[in-house]
């Protein structure tokens, strides 16, 4: 009887199995030919200087226009990418698209800095180094004005053999930015030891600093602690006009987020700098000094 239920159980959990397996090889399949036929498109969100009240960069972020006529985020189809290896040509083409991007906006009379995102395996790809720098070459891109953002948790999986990537992008000057900060295990001898130049405190915090007195603490302790680390700080997640205040009255250096500008496809971009650089100009005469 038992052996019968113990047999019944794994006939079950092969077929889920398959099931899974079969899955993931169609959205393989699907997303190999996304990345050959220029389905996947990047966006650019505003990241703007809290001190300056100016937009001085954007952050690039996948968006996968399917056939289907749907628009996918990244968290549906990154995972597979991370579990297959395609994540490997599609950070590449991410590290193409986007400083191209920056290269055309620069004729175009627009400097901006860019972020790309990383994952946790392209830390440990030995030609991350090499797209990088050709990258950089191709588009005449200064190493400073371009971030890699690697979250908290990549870091963290293994960070003896993080920091040796990321000392070599450091060491080249590209800047390295923790993303998602705050929701990791990191510890603080960690994080004061890898060659980063960045924090970007995660939205969960920045979201709740308005009535949550322990984000709100979160937050400012974040601040300080990059301040005393010497590290630059970004809000991500800033979604209203009292916390862009807060973050400024904590002396946060950056912030990015819906009340400053969503995700915007590379044509409309220029145009939502444009206006937000304005609007922030007209909206802060009254400094915080
Ligand atoms: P992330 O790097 O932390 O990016 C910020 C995410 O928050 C983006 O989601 C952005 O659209 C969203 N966001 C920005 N401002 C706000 C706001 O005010 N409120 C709210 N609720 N959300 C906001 P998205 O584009 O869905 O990307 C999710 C994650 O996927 C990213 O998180 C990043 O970890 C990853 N990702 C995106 N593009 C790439 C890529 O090209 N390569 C890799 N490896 N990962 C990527
Ligand atoms: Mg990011
Ligand atoms: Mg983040
Ligand atoms: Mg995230």
Known sequence: QAAKAAQSRVAYYD??????KSEQLIMLGELTTALETD???????????LTTMTVVGVE???RWHH?????LSPSTFLPTAERTGLIRPLTSYVLTQALAQRRQWMTDGLELSIAVNISTRNLFDDTLIEQVCTALKEFDCPPRRLTVEVTETSAMTDPI???ETLSILHAMGVQVAIDDYGTGYS???YIERLPVQELKIDRTFIGGMAHNPAHAAIVRSTVELARTLGLSVTAEGVEDEVTMTALRELRCGRAQGYHLGRPTSADRLPALVAELNAHLNTATGERIS
Do not use: F
């Open 15 to 20: 077929r889920s199995m398959d099931r899974d």
């Open 67 to 71: 056939p289907n006529g749907t628009v």
């Open 60 to 62: 690039a972020l996948l």
């Open 161 to 163: 053999g993080a920091t």
């Open 39 to 49: 389905q996947l498109q990047l966006h650019y969100q505003p990241q703007i200087d």
């Open 187 to 189: 510890s603080l001898a």
